[in-house]
Nanobody
Framework: QAPLVESGGGTVQAGDSLRLSCEAS????????MEWHRQAPGKQRERVAG???????NIADSVKGRFAISRDVSKNTVFLQMVSLKPEDTGIYYC???????????WGQGTQVTVST
């Protein structure tokens, strides 16, 4: 099994909601700040949300009020709840494990989110 497996992407209309999931291996989940990044066509990848091992969360200003990150420790899974989606939210959403102690980061394969008008 891949260390990070994302799911939940899809094509929705503007104003709809989606919830992305990222299931991590136990070792990664306990050892890293888990993050969601996204990359829109022709743009740089940007960090949209993160949750630390202690549960502290932060959300990028560009999506604050619409996106929320959470986790289910029992399932080693991190979620990105997205509401009031806009066409500019379209992109590939990646899960990242920002590991402690200088260990290399791990990225998921990405899941496509497309928001139509």
């Amino acid at each position: 099994q891949a260390p990070l497996v994302e799911s939940g992407g899809g094509t929705v209309q503007a104003g709809d909601s989606l919830r992305l999931s990222c299931e991590a291996s136990i070792g990664l989940f306990r050892d890293a700040t888990m993050e969601w990044h996204r990359q829109a066509p022709g743009k740089q990848r940007e960090r949209v949300a993160g949750i630390s091992t202690s549960g502290y969360t932060n959300i990028a200003d560009s999506v604050k009020g619409r996106f929320a990150i959470s986790r289910d420790v029992s399932k080693n899974t991190v979620f990105l709840q997205m509401v009031s989606l806009k066409p500019e939210d379209t992109g590939i959403y990646y899960c990242r494990a920002d590991r402690r102690f200088g260990r290399p980061d791990v990225w998921g394969q990405g899941t496509q989110v497309t928001v139509s008008t």
